[in-house]
C-alpha cells in the first residue's frame, strides 16, 4: 500500500479536528456570552426593584414629618443617581449583548466551516478508499497476468515465465 495514503489520511483529520476545535471555542465564547448577558439582566432587574424600593421609602420618610425644599432635593438627586445607575448597567447589558450577537454570529460560521471541512473529509475518505481498492486490483492483476504468462518445460518439468520483471 502506498504510504501517501496514510498521509493524506492523517492530513485530513488533523484539519479536521482543528476546524472541531475551533468550533467548540468558538460556541463556548458564545455561551459565556449569553450567561453573561442574563447575569447582568438579571442584576439590572434586581437594582430596579431596590431602587424603586428604595426610592419609595424615601417619598415616606420625607412625607412623615414637616418637609424643607433641601430634603426634597436630597431626595430628588438620590433618585437621579440611581436612575443614572440603572442607565450604565443597561448600557452594559447592551454592550454585552452586542458582544453575545457578534459571538453568535462567529459560532454559527465555524459551525459552517466545520460542517464543510467534514464533508470533504468525507469525500477525500471515500476517494481515498477508492484509490486504495483500485491499486489493490491492478496488484492482483498483475499477479494473475505473470502466472499465466509462464509455460512449462515437459522435458524438465520446470515453469519458464515470459516476461520478466
Excluded at 87 to 111: C, K, S, W
Amino acid at each position: 500500500m502506498d504510504p501517501r495514503y496514510a498521509r493524506l489520511k492523517q492530513l485530513r483529520q488533523r484539519k479536521l479536528d482543528a476546524e472541531h476545535a475551533a468550533f467548540i471555542r468558538a460556541r463556548r465564547l458564545f455561551a459565556h456570552a449569553a450567561q453573561q448577558v442574563e447575569a447582568l439582566t438579571a442584576r439590572r432587574a434586581q437594582a430596579g426593584k431596590r431602587s424603586d424600593a428604595l426610592g419609595g421609602e424615601e417619598m415616606r420618610a420625607a412625607t412623615a414629618g414637616p418637609i424643607s425644599a433641601g430634603d426634597i432635593d436630597s431626595v430628588l438627586e438620590r433618585a437621579e443617581r440611581r436612575r443614572q445607575a440603572l442607565a450604565l448597567m443597561q448600557a452594559e447589558i447592551d454592550r454585552a449583548r452586542a458582544e453575545r450577537d457578534h459571538l453568535h454570529a462567529r459560532a454559527l460560521e465555524q459551525q459552517k466551516r466545520f460542517l464543510a471541512a467534514r464533508k470533504v473529509s468525507e469525500k477525500l475518505d471515500l476517494l481515498v478508499g477508492r484509490l486504495q481498492g483500485e491499486e489493490n486490483r491492478l496488484q492482483t492483476r498483475r499477479a494473475e497476468s505473470w502466472s499465466d504468462s509462464a509455460i512449462r518445460d515437459h522435458s524438465g518439468g520446470r515453469w519458464t515465465l515470459l516476461q520478466t520483471e
